[in-house]
């Protein structure tokens, strides 16, 4: 049986987790709930995300210049996508997404392998984040707690955008019905362009974040793909609250079935995933009806 204080570390370890994950999720879930597009692709940009922070942080010696410049990486790498392959495939069966974007995963991937070789890399943890805090009762890292913090400020940022801006309401009426966003007259091209790009900022920015916490390697973002699928049928397609419910309600299951069994983790989230889909198929903020 675990001690107190594992279970604390373990909880507070769930929640930079859950967040991380209610970040990719919020930009996966936007994507697919407004444009219906299947981004199995996801999990390699996160990883695009962390190695674009590694060359960042070694170009500037700045986690704040990295970040920015990351971020203006990562929004390029959008419209470039979007433009030149995903826009022709929003009328397209969804197997055809699936393989579409598993295959730009793949390249993207492998381009990583050729460029950095397979060996991990490591991005530093920044000066002020260095160390640890004294919680009162534990110590935890302080870089790990500064995580929480600045992911939870750009997730009520993203949310005061959806929610209290003119360019929010058009994305979330995009979710719910974008044919009659186009019959009103607005530009639907240029906003689909602009969620696209806006989610893949998102999962960048969270692999930036999560790249001082674990050795970048090509790969790292295939396990936090799966999750954040497994998130937004938890949350509910199209729900913004419901990814970061759903992420925080999944980094703690991983973390705190880890403390026991660390075997176990991914089980007990599958799992729970499969009872959602019995009692309440929609997810837990979804609405009936939405495919």
């Known amino acids: 049986m675990p001690s107190t204080a594992v279970l604390l570390s373990q909880a507070f370890n769930g929640l930079a987790l859950g967040s991380l994950l209610a970040l990719v999720s919020s930009g996966l879930t936007i994507i697919l709930g407004t444009l219906g597009v299947l981004n199995f692709a ?14 960042m942080m070694q170009a500037t010696h700045s986690f704040v210049l990295a970040m920015l410049g990351g971020c203006a990486i990562m929004l ?15 009328a397209r069966p969804d197997e055809d ?12 991937v492998e381009g990583l392998r050729a ?30 707690l500064q995580l929480i913090g600045i992911v939870a400020a750009l997730l009520v940022g993203l949310y005061l955008v959806l929610y ?6 058009v994305v979330r009426a995009g979710i719910e019905n974008a ?32 790249a001082p916490v674990v050795a970048v390697t090509p790969d790292m ?55 959602v889909l019995v009692a309440r198929p929609q997810g837990l903020f979804g609405t009936e009806g939405r495919v």
């Open 115 to 144: 460029g950095f070789g397979g060996n991990s890399q490591r991005v530093p943890v920044p000066s002020w984040g260095t160390g640890a805090t004294k919680l009162g009762f534990m110590v935890y890292p302080t870089y790990r």
């Open 179 to 210: 044919g009659m966003v186009g019959i009103l007259g607005i530009d639907v091209r240029r906003t689909f362009l602009l969620v696209f790009a806006v989610g893949i900022v998102a999962v960048g920015l969270a692999g930036m974040l999560y």
């Open 76 to 90: 390029i790498i959008g419209f470039t996508m979007e433009r030149l392959v995903i826009r022709h495939f929003y």
């Open 221 to 275: 973002g295939a396990s936090f793909m799966v999750q954040s699928f497994v998130v937004i049928v938890l949350g509910g397609l199209g729900s913004f609250p419901g990814a970061i419910v759903g992420g925080l309600i999944a980094g703690e299951i991983i973390s705190l079935t880890s403390a026991f069994d660390s075997a176990y983790s991914e089980v007990m989230l599958y799992g729970l995933m499969a009872l």
């Open 164 to 169: 209290r801006t003119s360019v929010g309401l």
């Open 97 to 108: 997404q699936i393989l579409v974007t598993y295959g730009i995963g793949i390249v993207l």
């Open 42 to 55: 996801h999990g390699a940009l996160f990883a695009v995300g962390a190695y674009t922070a590694f060359v």
